[in-house]
């Protein structure tokens, strides 16, 4: 089986400072692991995915994650965040079919 | 536009109605899948299929149905709604390159 928790429920975060929002898989298969972002009231887009090679992905939007086998972690970043990021972000892990994390929520203040 | 198309967009529904949400995708994917999103939970898979003809449950499936119509439809139903039904119901359909489609969503509530 697997599964995905997201360590941070909410992130308030300054426009222009840097944010990090932590994810951790369990597995006992490799996997392919994603990050979406859902803005208020509208559908999930993808913002990165790891299938394989680099564990360094980058993404739309200036977000970029990484892929660490040894901690089963693939936390996103990016160094300095707009207005325009406020939204939910779901990590997600998929073997045969795509399990989401619960969500973390990025309010991002002037 | 190619994409995942999802009807209705919202739908109010009483207590014991039935109603069948809609997904069609024109990307000619073989995996078709329904998530169900409530606060806090993320999304939860409600049934998916991996191929035209073939369904699967997933994590929550109690109280939902659903018909692979065609390689292009996926429709969910629920044959006698309830409120924990209320929720914002997501099909998604897979690409094996390029990932997960998400449709734009529906609202259901039940009163």
């Known amino acids: 089986a697997q599964s995905v928790t997201q360590l941070d429920s909410q992130v308030p975060v300054f426009e222009e400072a840097p944010v990090e929002l932590r994810c951790n898989y369990s597995s006992s298969v490799s996997v392919y692991l994603f990050w979406y972002v859902q803005y208020p009231n509208q559908g999930l887009q993808l913002l990165l995915k790891?299938?394989?090679?680099?564990?360094l992905v980058k993404g739309i939007n200036g977000f970029e994650a990484e892929f660490n086998k040894s901690q089963t972690s693939f936390h996103l970043r990016k160094p300095s965040v707009h207005i325009s990021d406020t939204a939910e972000y779901f990590c997600?892990?998929?073997?045969?079919?795509?399990?989401f994390g619960a969500g973390t929520t990025v309010t991002v203040r002037a | 536009n190619a994409g995942v198309t999802q009807t209705p967009k919202f739908q109010v529904l009483k207590t014991g109605q039935s109603m069948t949400l809609q997904c069609a995708q024109d990307?000619?994917?073989?995996?078709m899948y329904w998530y169900r999103q409530d606060p806090g939970m993320g999304l939860r898979l409600i049934y998916y299929s991996a191929s035209e003809g073939t369904t699967d449950k997933g994590e929550v499936p109690n109280g939902y149905n659903v018909s692979r119509l065609n390689k292009r439809e996926f429709s969910l139903r629920l044959e006698s709604a309830a409120p924990s039904q209320t929720s914002v119901y997501f099909c998604?359909?897979?690409?094996?390159?390029?990932?997960?489609?998400f449709g734009s969503g529906t609202r259901l509530t039940v009163v």
């Open positions: 997600a892990v998929s073997v045969y079919k795509l399990s």
């Open positions: 990307m000619n994917h073989n995996s």
């Open positions: 998604a359909s897979l690409d094996a390159t390029y990932g997960y489609t």
């Open positions: 790891y299938l394989s090679g680099s564990t």
